[in-house]
């Protein structure tokens, strides 16, 4: 399976590069599947519904948001009937959407997708702890299908990284989102490199122990059992990124305009921010899957318009 992930749409010129890209990545990559992080996609913040239905016209299969996913009315009123919209699912159970979900690929799979909202840093929804929640969520994912994907909106990267860590082997793909700055540390984790390593010295302890009380044939139940609980994780790849960037004005302070924010930084006043065309571009993420949901590359893409392309 082969997923192109759109990052953080930012502003009219992050809609307008999707728009004017889409073919282009449909045709290069021959993405399965599309997904888009369009949390900052209508004005200074948020996701309008005519943008979410907008940008579901013009292929995406799946939009994740992080804590700006509630900031417009008119979306947060229809999520119920736009089941390719998903809010962060470690928000209480009552707020309006679904957290995750899952879709059928073009190549046949079912393909799992989670929005996960990070705890640390600044965040203008409180939410639940992610760790504890997709320990719980994950066995339930797993029954269904091996293709997983989830997208961890935080301002905080080591929140990121921790997670990459504790799922690493459990996921098909993770992708860190909510700076809207891509960093370059795109990798495939074995569950080796996060919590396995701590459940092996655990093991090994527990085997030191029961060896001395327990017969032969015992000691080939607990090793068969303790097999079936990793279910082969040590062997899957998660493809992992901290952030995979924006969508929309390269040269920004998160897509608007520098000068107001120098304003604001230089004053202490806030200054509504104001949108920004300077070198619009597409930043995103191809990634390849096998078929047994285990990731085997994940490349970051950067597909710059040409100045006198864009409409402002």
Known sequence: MRIFYIAEITGKAGVWAVKKNI????????????????????????????????LRKMGIDCITGGDCIFQKKDLVENLPQMPFVLRPFNLPEHSSGAGYRYFTARSGEKLAVISILGRVGHHRLLADNPFTLMQTLLPKIERETPFIMADFSSTATAEKQTMAFFLAGRLSVLVGSGTGAATADERL????????????????????????????????AAEACYG???????????????????????????????SGKIREYRTGLFEYPQETWQRVCVQGLDIELDGAGGALSIERIRIEMPVAAAPC
């Open 23 to 54: 073919a282009e990545i449909k045709r290069r990559y021959q993405p399965d599947f599309i997904i888009a992080n369009a949390g900052m996609a209508t004005g200074a913040g948020g996701l309008g519904k005519q943008h979410a239905g907008y």
């Open 189 to 220: 984790m074995s569950a080796e490199c996060g919590v396995s390593a701590v459940e092996s010295a655990a093991h090994t302890d527990m085997q030191q122990t029961a060896s001395e009380a327990l017969p032969n044939a015992r000691m080939e």
């Open 228 to 258: 079936q609980q990793r279910g082969g994780r040590q062997n899957r790849k998660t493809a992992y990124i901290t952030d995979a960037g924006r969508t929309g004005s390269f040269d920004s302070v998160g897509g608007h305009a520098p």
